[in-house]
């Protein structure tokens, strides 16, 4: 362990002992000390990325807006509907001719079927009934009639409260047959075939009144289905109609993930061979990734908050929300416990000392970052490298993304990931990369990324204003850049008076 790196962790120590003295109750409890090494997790992968771009005497400015977008991807990627098996896109109703004109011909529904009409930005939501369906023709883009559609009468439209519109969605209902309240079924009208488990159940009472119930299990019953359901079934009766929704996943997990981490893997490359074949400068090429990335994460989702709510609670979500736990104490202390990211993060770091100490990669990293003239006249591909580099970089940007989404459960693209650059560049250089390139220890990233985890804890729980808090983020990047310099000239005064 050399100078700076042991010098970070007596840091990181002392303030450890001073919050376990000062705050006891808040410093060691189990949910901080949870939070602790899953903070220390999300930030400390940015933190492994952006030293091997330092390491070769670049910089990364867009992490931030790597971070976001890979999070934006992420929930589009995964995003879920929840889809009636019987249901027509509508192209205009009337509620004075009380009329509903599809823009397809169907035959799925009948008259005296009952139907529900929703989604409309103008009209009401309403429960009718169907009277009759005649085939038509609307418009075509010309303004021929030449598509084909169906008109249906119904009745119960609500003349009074609804407007024309010319949007919406018709779907078909079910009546009741029985419900058991203390086994948690109900009996549906009609074979639902493929109804399963995560599906859901829409309830609607005509008189006024929803509910939204996840399904655990069917099966067919006697021409009917019954639906197992966990939890509270609230007020639901036999006056109810049930529209089941079919849930629709649009990508699985795991080419979810591949995509997201391949889309970071091109990016990456896109930055090196920006700054090797055109020879850019990386603070601008990151700096327009910055701006660009941030841009199109907007664009994905059109600025609106996104996620993928809890529809992963099982699954993808125990990446932040998962935990091994060690033991148990009385409070105020709790329950203590590991994240499984952290797991996920050491294992990376591993992977990551691995590759700069023991590799023959890692070595030519560390010798293009102190010259790369020399560098590329004792046989190195300085370009290859570089470009391995940035790819490190935007790769475990992303999986920062992945955490830091999970942890959060939504984000908001105009801001997710604001300033992620500057965490992840202060725990490199507080962890021994040199800012001119050619030094780095992944050990001392991990101490520094703890060290900067510490000092937002040690703003919140010493209760110092958080307006304060990018200004000591900013005094430590300073002290250790000053440290930094500090040490290179007497290591360098050191040598020349040896020689």
Request: glycine residues 10%.
């Amino acid at each position: 362990m050399n100078v700076k790196i042991l010098g970070i962790t007596l840091l990181l120590m002392s303030l450890w002992l001073f919050l376990a003295i000062e705050v006891p109750g808040g410093f060691l409890n189990g949910n901080n000390m949870f939070n602790l090494f899953l903070r220390t997790s999300m930030y400390g992968v940015l933190g492994i990325g952006v030293a091997f771009v330092i390491i070769t005497a670049g910089i990364d400015l867009s992490i931030g807006s790597i971070v976001c977008l890979s999070g934006v991807l992420l929930s589009l990627f995964l995003s879920v509907s929840y889809d009636p098996a019987d249901e027509e896109q509508v192209f205009a109703i009337d509620p004075q001719q009380q009329v509903i004109v599809l823009k397809d011909e169907t035959e799925r529904f009948k008259p005296g079927d009952l139907l529900s009409y929703y989604g409309s930005t103008q009209a009401r939501s309403a429960v009718v009934t169907l009277s009759s369906v005649e085939p038509t023709k609307i418009p075509d883009e010309q303004g021929g009639l030449s598509i084909s559609c169906s008109l249906l009468q119904v009745d119960g439209l609500d003349a009074n409260k609804s407007k024309k519109a010319r949007d919406g969605i018709v779907a078909k209902l079910y009546p009741i047959r029985g419900v058991d309240v203390e086994q948690g079924t109900v009996l549906i009208e009609g074979q639902h075939e493929g109804l399963a488990a995560r599906d859901r159940i829409r309830f609607i009472k005509p008189s006024g009144g929803m509910e939204e119930i996840v399904v655990a299990g069917a099966q067919a019953v006697d021409g009917n289905t019954r639906v197992h359901f966990e939890g509270d079934m609230g007020a639901l009766g036999e006056a109810w109609l049930a529209m089941p929704r079919f849930r629709n996943q649009t990508m699985p997990v795991p080419f979810a993930l591949l995509a997201v981490l391949g889309i970071a893997l091109l990016l990456g490359l896109v930055h090196g061979l920006l700054v090797t074949k055109i020879h850019l400068q990386p603070f601008v090429v990151t700096l327009c990734g910055l701006l660009l990335y941030r841009g199109i994460s907007r664009w994905l989702v059109r600025d609106e908050d996104t996620g993928y709510g809890n529809e992963y609670e099982s699954s993808l979500a125990l990446l932040t929300n998962g935990k091994f736990v060690l033991w148990t104490l009385e409070e105020p202390y709790g329950t203590y416990s590991i994240p499984y990211a952290f797991f996920i993060f050491l294992l990376v770091a591993i992977l990551a000392a691995v590759f700069l100490n023991k590799t023959i990669y890692g070595r030519y990293m560390l010798a293009l970052g102190r010259n790369v003239e020399a560098a590329r006249f004792s046989g190195i591909d300085t370009d290859r490298m570089t470009i391995i580099g940035y790819v490190i970089c935007t790769v475990m940007a992303a999986l920062g993304g992945l955490f830091f989404l999970n942890y959060a459960g939504s984000i908001a693209p105009s801001s997710h990931g604001n300033f992620f650059e500057l965490y992840a560049i202060a725990a490199a250089v507080l962890g021994g990369c040199s800012l001119r390139g050619g030094e780095g220890s992944i050990l001392g990233v991990v101490i520094g990324t703890a060290l900067m985890v510490t000092l937002k804890m040690f703003i919140t729980l010493m209760m110092i204003s958080d307006t304060l808090e990018f200004a000591i983020i900013g005094t430590v990047i300073l002290l250790g850049v000053v440290a930094d310099e500090i040490i290179k000239r007497a290591v360098a005064k050191k040598r020349a008076s040896q020689g």
